[in-house]
Nanobody, 116 residues
């Protein structure tokens, strides 16, 4: 079965950095685009970044452009989200996602808290 396991969240001060990882199993990872979403308290889940199956195409939410970088390692079956210059408004639970045959699959999420 499809499994997505996130890690790397935590508490960081404004201006700091974190790198999230999502390790996938149960499907042929290299064939599918991968995404990171986030959900802040009281808000809807929003797309943060997406990367194509080969890693050659990426897109980002306007709010994170120039600060976040999505990447993937198709040997390790892992997708990453490097987050720099973090702001308090980046505080959220971050989820790894893929879509196969019109079905969304999600990880359990990892909490990112940006606070001094």
């Amino acid at each position: 079965q499809v499994q997505l396991v996130e890690s790397g969240g935590g508490l960081v001060q404004p201006g700091g950095s974190l790198r999230l990882s999502c390790t996938a199993s149960g499907f042929t990872f290299r064939r599918y685009a991968m995404s990171w979403y986030r959900q802040a308290p009281g808000k809807e889940r929003e797309l943060v970044a997406r990367i194509s199956s080969a890693g050659t195409l990426t897109n980002y939410a306007d709010s994170v452009k120039g600060r976040f970088t999505i990447s993937r390692d198709n040997v390790k079956n892992t997708v990453y989200l490097q987050m720099n210059s973090l702001k308090s408004e980046d505080t959220a639970v971050y989820y790894c996602n893929t879509n196969m045959y019109y079905t969304d699959y999600w990880g359990q999420g990892t909490q990112v808290t940006v606070s001094s």
